[in-house]
Nanobody
Framework: QVQLVESGGGLVQPGGSLRLSCGAS????????MGWYRQAPGKERELVAV???????NYADSVKGRFTISRDNAKNTVYLQMNSLKPEDTAVYYC??????????????WGQGTQVTVSS
């Protein structure tokens, strides 16, 4: 089993910044891809950014140049630095981790979600 704990959401004014964190714990042998998704009211969950174990990152077009995903493999943690935030970035943000356990089972785990609200 893998557990994820997210933090860093909140209320910020347009143009502001927030940094989200998501730490993984449990019987983890290795972590493969880590990512961030978001879901706004009335909309489907969408991919925001993803980063591979080797550090390659991909972003949704809507956040390119404003958001940066990174990871600390020693801490089993993924981060999302969000700059130049816009009201349309308002959503619940979820982290997602693809991992292999010490028993060689593969897990795809979701965080509990953290609210990000961009408003003046």
């Amino acid at each position: 089993q893998v557990q994820l704990v997210e933090s860093g959401g909140g209320l910020v004014q347009p143009g502001g910044s927030l940094r989200l964190s998501c730490g993984a714990s449990g019987s983890i042998l290795s972590i493969n891809t880590m990512g961030w998704y978001r879901q706004a009211p009335g909309k489907e969950r969408e991919l925001v950014a993803v980063i591979t174990s080797g550090g390659s990152a991909n972003y949704a077009d809507s956040v390119k140049g404003r958001f940066t995903i990174s990871r600390d493999n020693a801490k089993n943690t993924v981060y999302l630095q969000m700059n130049s935030l816009k009201p349309e970035d308002t959503a619940v943000y979820y982290c997602n981790v693809d991992s292999t356990s010490t028993s060689r089972s593969r897990f795809l785990t979701w965080g509990q979600g953290t609210q990000v609200t961009v408003s003046s």
